[in-house]
């Protein structure tokens, strides 16, 4: 199994800057796939950004591409969330996720273990 601690989050004015970090133990973190995913107030859980074991293969929804930037340093056990030009409906708990496959995926059911989020509000 892996834990996974999500940080980072907070108050950010709209077109600001803000790094989340998921840190990961108990297994080797370099063999899990692991994506963002987000919620707001009563909307559904959301994608927002995955990436393979290697770094190779990154998603990213299309309201974040260009502004968000996912990556990870298996030797620290750490993936990251860079948010760039943040907007006000960026406004959500977002949560890192892992999944025991190579693979990232954009589909929340094929992640095995969850982080238990961390708040990022944009106000305007």
């Known amino acids: 199994q892996v834990q996974l601690v999500e940080s980072g989050g907070g108050l950010v004015q709209a077109g600001g800057s803000l790094r989340l970090s998921c840190a990961a133990s108990?297994?080797?973190?370099?063999?899990?796939?692991m994506g963002w995913f987000r919620q707001a107030p009563g909307k559904e859980r959301e994608f927002v950004a995955a990436?393979?074991?290697?770094?190779?293969?990154?998603y990213y929804a299309d309201s974040v591409k260009g502004r968000f930037t996912i990556s990870r340093d298996n030797a620290k056990n750490t993936g990251y969330l860079q948010m760039n030009r943040v907007k006000p409906e960026d406004t959500a708990v977002y949560y890192c996720?892992?999944?025991?496959?190579?693979?990232?995926?954009?589909?929340?059911?094929?992640?095995?273990?969850w982080g238990q989020g961390t708040q990022v509000t944009v106000s305007s």
């Open positions: 990436i393979s074991w290697t770094s190779r293969t990154i």
């Open positions: 108990g297994r080797t973190f370099s063999s899990y796939a």
């Open positions: 996720a892992a999944r025991s496959t190579y693979s990232s995926s954009s589909y929340s059911k094929e992640y095995d273990y």
